[in-house]
């Protein structure tokens, strides 16, 4: 039997040349958590085996500039991590009982690596599955979807969500391993109603996956019945975020970071904020008893939708003056409505001391009215909208159906959203997800369309490992005659 691994860290790269045994597995697929077993002989007695695992480290590409984040792709890194370690009989032999990991879909060379040298090898497919919880409940009832095996290559590494046959997003997995977990509503009408995971390639429906090259792919197409029970009236409003441990787990690199002159130290208090937040600065080791200006860069004049137009402006937060000690502690507002990664600068005598990052999340303001005859105009109010392919944008969805997206660029970070409502009276939903902006100019041929709702943004935008915060609006209103 194997042991459990000594840790989940990735292992190094290939240890020989193709190894000549193959390796013995059965069954040969399942999905995520299930159990397998592998056998292999003819190495020496006694010999300790470690199996390891092929998987991939995947990660999103981007392009930071002065004026905008550009996505360029989806990278993905060849990597192996142990899955237990065996000992070989006095006749050389081996066999083990592994647990397949949470890990892309398709297959997945395994090895049986001997003193650094890979001595066997064979396969284990994992296949796709979903669940939902709960699977009943009144208008509004938040509904988890979780999601394994999505694999990693293209026109297999997305699934589209349908809700009664209407497109409501796409479903990625590029940094999470191939799991996805996600949340929708539960829509009306009372009733039965149908959660449909199908074929995306880029992003969209693929509706006839039977005929594609992905047709020799398990569960593309996979329905999840959900029952509303009744109509309670509308749910407030909420906002959902990334957790603090998913933004750590994937990675801070991206980040701005703080730059200080030697001697000097900078601290912001919070670091982020909606639109006109109070925040404090804190410094130490400044000019004693001198002019401060903390001056606030920001995004300059919107002259065009394309944002290369951009050039960095600065606001002039306050003016104050040091101690006699050379320290310095103001408040602080976030200024202007534009959302994303600002800089706060602190100025002696034209000379620039410290820029210290500060984020401005976008922010709901308004919904009105909340109660609306059929046919008649109601207005959604953002602030706090960026001005790069990130986070300049927002999907909306009615009802679970993908109706359009909104922008910030031309606007100055503020988002009004003007629709009508329609259906029958009672409860209706607007969710507003968000997604990524398609720029002209220089991007890689990447097999994903934009402008749509990424229903798993929370875990996995590419915008997480440069710490933008992303929400998702879950709104409602009350449709009469």
């Not at 969500?161 to 209407?166: G, I, Q, S, T, V």
């Not at 799991?179 to 149908?194: D, E």
């Not at 003056?321 to 602080?332: A, C, D, I």
């Amino acid at each position: 039997m194997a042991s459990a691994p000594a840790a989940t860290a990735p292992l190094a790269g290939p240890r020989s040349v193709e190894p000549a045994r193959p390796l013995s597995v059965e069954p040969v697929s399942g999905f995520v958590g299930d159990k397998f077993r592998v056998s292999v002989g003819g190495l020496p007695a006694g010999a300790a085996v470690d199996w390891q695992w092929v998987t991939l480290h995947g990660t999103y590409e981007t392009q930071v500039s002065g004026h905008d984040v550009l996505f360029m792709q989806r990278r993905y890194k060849e990597q192996r991590r142990s899955l237990g370690r065996s000992t070989a009989d006095g006749r050389g032999s081996v066999e083990a009982t592994l647990t397949a990991p949470e890990d892309y879909g398709e297959v997945h060379d395994l090895y049986a690596v001997v003193d650094g040298s890979d001595v066997a090898r064979g396969g284990y497919r994992i296949v796709r599955r979903a669940t939902i919880s709960p699977s009943d409940g009144p208008i509004g009832t938040p509904i988890t979807v979780e999601v394994t095996g999505l694999a990693w290559r293209a026109f297999e590494s997305t699934m589209a969500l349908r809700y009664d046959n209407a497109y409501t997003g796409f479903v990625s997995a590029v940094t999470t391993s191939g799991a996805a977990r996600f949340r929708v509503r539960a829509a009306g009408p009372a009733g039965r109603h149908v959660l449909q995971l199908t074929a995306a390639s880029p992003g969209v429906p693929f509706l006839n996956n039977q005929q594609s090259g992905t047709a020799h792919i398990d569960n593309m197409d996979l329905r999840l019945p959900f029952t509303v029970t009744a109509d309670a009236g509308p749910p407030a409003a909420s906002t959902e975020w990334p957790s603090a441990d998913r933004l750590a787990a994937v990675g801070r690199d991206g980040v701005p970071s703080a730059h200080v002159a030697a001697g000097i130290s900078a601290t912001l208090h919070p670091t982020s904020g909606d639109v006109g937040a109070e925040f404090s600065l804190a410094a130490t080791g400044l000019p004693p008893s001198s002019g401060v200006q903390v001056v606030w860069k920001r995004a300059g004049e919107d002259e065009a939708a394309v944002p290369k137009v951009f050039r960095e402006a600065g606001a002039v937060l306050v003016k104050a003056t040091t101690t006699q000690e050379g320290s310095l502690v103001v408040p602080l507002r976030a200024a202007g409505e534009r959302g994303g990664w600002h800089m706060v600068t602190v100025m002696v005598e034209g000379s620039v001391r410290a820029e210290i990052p500060f984020y401005v999340r976008r922010s709901l303001q308004d919904l009105s009215p909340r109660r609306v005859r059929s046919g008649e105009q109601f207005t959604i109010e953002l602030k706090g909208g960026g001005w790069t392919e990130l986070d300049k944008g927002v999907a909306v969805t009615y009802d679970n159906s993908y109706i359009g997206y909104a922008c910030s660029v031309t606007s100055g970070g503020d988002i009004t959203i003007h629709l009508v409502a329609t259906g029958e009276p009672g409860t209706h939903l607007v969710d507003l997800y968000p997604m990524l902006y398609r720029h002209p100019g220089d991007h890689p041929a990447e097999y994903w369309n934009f402008e749509l709702p990424q229903l798993t943004a929370l875990d996995d935008h590419p915008g997480l490992a440069l710490g933008y915060q992303l929400p998702i609006f879950r709104l409602a209103v009350e449709v009469t005659d």
